[in-house]
T-cell receptor
Framework: DAEITQSPRHKITETGRQVTLACHQT?????MFWYRQDLGHGLRLIHY???????NKGEVSDGYSVSRSNTEDLPLTLESAASSQTSVYFC???????????FGPGTRLTVL | AQSVTQLDSQVPVFEEAPVELRCNYS??????LFWYVQYPNQGLQLLLK??????LVESINGFEAEFNKSQTSFHLRKPSVHISDTAEYFC?????????FGTGTRLQVFP
């Protein structure tokens, strides 16, 4: 069965370190998204991609970057982790209709 | 810009009681509306969606939502909840090629 996976599931890091969160999907979807989930804010879009070599900034992109070298993967990088980036991060993908996004299980990131 | 408002951050209810989770949207164009559910320690899953046609849409586990254009609402209802319905529920609206999510409503079902 097709799926979307994220790794690691839990990560603790220190302020200032670079962190990369992995997202891999086997749906063969062109569209991929990264969200962060925080209490009182729901899900906020960080970055998204419509295909290989395409990336776009979302609502809360400062301090984050993504790259898309193939259809299956969209890694999210925190260039210099900050305590404000402690959150749960979700990756999602969708097909051409944009009418349903499939979510990964999430990565809980703690920045100390 | 399109937006979604979920007025209730938490809804406690006893098992077998009815429940309504409220969602209001703002949009001046055609809307596509969604409810997603997030069970503890999991990602979000699509519960139901309104794209066009009948204003009443249903899910496979007994939830339903009604698109009300005059009130700009898309409330989620279930006539009798189960313990297993305990989860966080997110309303979302499609904005061109992206989804805009509400802040979520935590449904807590008590025995």
């Amino acid at each position: 069965d097709a799926e979307i996976t994220q790794s690691p599931r839990h990560k603790i890091t220190e302020t200032g370190r670079q962190v990369t969160l992995a997202c891999h999907q086997t749906w063969n979807h062109n569209n991929m998204f990264w969200y962060r989930q925080d209490l009182g804010h729901g899900l906020r879009l960080i970055h998204y991609s419509y295909g290989v070599q395409d990336t776009n900034k979302g609502e809360v992109s400062d301090g984050y970057s993504v790259s898309r070298s193939n259809t299956e993967d969209l890694p999210l990088t925190l260039e210099s982790a900050a305590s404000s980036q402690t959150s749960v991060y979700f990756c999602a993908s969708s097909g051409i209709s944009y009418n349903e996004q499939f979510f990964g299980p999430g990565t809980r990131l703690t920045v100390l | 810009a399109q937006s979604v408002t979920q007025l209730d951050s938490q809804v406690p209810v006893f098992e077998e009681a009815p429940v309504e989770l409220r969602c209001n949207y703002s949009s001046s164009v055609s809307v596509y509306l969604f409810w997603y559910v997030q069970y503890p320690n999991q990602g979000l899953q699509l519960l139901l969606k309104y794209l066009s046609g009948s204003t009443l849409v249903e899910s496979i586990n007994g939830f339903e939502a009604e698109f009300n254009k005059s009130q700009t609402s898309f409330h989620l209802r279930k006539p009798s909840v189960h313990i297993s319905d305990t989860a966080e529920y997110f309303c979302a609206v499609r904005s061109t090629d992206k989804l805009i999510f509400g802040t979520g409503t935590r449904l807590q079902v008590f025995p």
